[in-house]
């Protein structure tokens, strides 16, 4: 069956470092995007891809955050500097279509530690 | 603001027995909410969805209702299995297939 790929499974990073973790979107979907579950919390929308630029961001994806498709089957998320309050799981996800018919297929996630 | 939430931190409930969760949504204008599982260590995992158009939506043990007078949903799982043991997330699926999760329950199924 046919998944979402993340990598790494957890890495560990000094406040003010740059981190990109990658994610293998499924390969027939067209739409991406990047979740993300602090510790105990809910999953938050971070951001949103489609056509090789961002549909949607949240109040979180701030100019830290970045968002790239450099070839036809990596999506990465770049942090540019990270903070200690970034630690969390971060979720990629993708989907065929939108909508009804679009469901969200999640990877298992990057764990990310700031120290 | 917006906001999908939850009822029901823990639910602790027996091998065969029925479980149910409960989701609560703040946004009148909801139109399509899903039931996510997520499993230690693991992503969210599709379980069922449900459209405002509709009431209930069964799938193979699990069942979605949809009070939208209340603003109120809830999963019905039939027969729980071991391996139900999860967290569950409500969620309202918005345009450009923007997801807003609730705060999640935690299902423990005792054998």
């Known amino acids: 069956e046919p998944e979402v790929t993340q990598t790494p499974s957890h890495q560990v990073t000094q406040m003010g470092q740059e981190v990109i973790l990658r994610c293998v979107p499924i390969?027939?979907?067209?739409?991406f995007y990047w979740y993300r579950q602090i510790l105990g919390q809910k999953v938050e929308f971070l951001v949103s891809?489609?056509?090789?630029?961002?549909?949607?961001k949240s109040e979180i994806f701030d100019d830290q955050f970045s968002v790239e498709r450099p070839d036809g089957s990596n999506f990465t998320l770049k942090i540019r500097s990270t903070k200690l309050e970034d630690s969390a799981m971060y979720f990629c996800?993708?989907?065929?279509?939108?909508?009804?018919?679009?469901?969200?297929?999640f990877g298992e996630g990057s764990r990310l530690t700031v120290l | 603001g917006e906001s999908v939430g939850l009822h029901l931190p823990t639910l602790s409930v027996q091998e065969g027995d029925n479980s149910i969760i409960n989701c609560a949504y703040s946004n009148s204008a909801s139109d399509y909410f899903i039931w996510y599982k997520q499993e230690s260590g693991k992503g969210p995992q599709f379980i069922i969805d449900?459209?405002?158009?509709?009431d209930k939506r069964q799938g193979q043990r699990v069942t979605v209702l949809l009070n939208k007078t209340v603003k109120h949903l809830s999963l019905q799982i039939a027969a729980t299995q071991p391996g139900d043991s999860a967290v569950y997330f409500c969620a309202d699926q918005a345009a450009g297939n923007k997801l807003t999760f609730g705060g999640g329950t935690r299902v423990l199924v005792k054998p």
């Open positions: 449900i459209r405002s158009n509709m």
């Open positions: 996800a993708s989907s065929e279509d939108q909508g009804y018919t679009g469901e969200l297929f």
């Open positions: 390969s027939n979907h067209l739409y």
């Open positions: 891809f489609y056509n090789n630029e961002i549909s949607e």
